[in-house]
């Protein structure tokens, strides 16, 4: 059984659809209590950092997920979920769940950091924040068990102006390409993050929650 956080901050719909045309059985609930029993947990999430923090601290579910991640339980979060997982955003200047090391930078702050790069930066003179739409993976440091039945190199839909930086790079399993390399999945334990939306993703995204389900 799946269990799907609902904190009035989530893409809750698309990933409802997505799991019951993948026969899967789930449960959605904005109440930790209901949770509890699952076998495994989806932490969607769109919108902005300081409001899904202070919706997780209101119902709940900021220390509902920590010890979930802490008993090693499997965890897939996804969008502004596979962001606040980290340590802080930003994105309102919050401090968020700290269940992985890292922080969230906003696009601007990734690409001053390469200054210095005269190509990188007229490559990012052209792109547009937020970063919209599809863009293929390459995956890293071995890749993750999800993508099984992958081809590497697929499109995935995305939809940000905030990149994961995690303090462990050994931890980014699939990278796309944004003016920067942008990590778009993370995985460390039992803990997996996707920056893009597998659930809006066509087939291949389909393929990733149908490996987390099975």
Known sequence: ????VDYNAG???????ALASLGAEYVLSKNPRDLENVDKLIFPGVGEAAYAMAQLRK??????LKDWAAAEKPLVGICLGSQIIFEHSEEGDVECLGILKGEIRHFASVWNDAAGNFDTLDHQSSL????MGWNDLTYTNGGSPLFDGVPEHSDFYFVHSYLIQPTDAAIIKATADYGCKVPACVSCGSVTAFQFHPEK?????LKILENFVK
């Open 11 to 17: 893409n809750i719909k698309s990933v409802e659809r």
């Open 1 to 4: 059984m799946v269990g799907i």
């Open 59 to 64: 119902t709940g579910f900021d220390s509902f």
């Open 128 to 131: 547009k924040v937020p970063h």
């Open 201 to 205: 993703s066509g087939k291949v995204g």
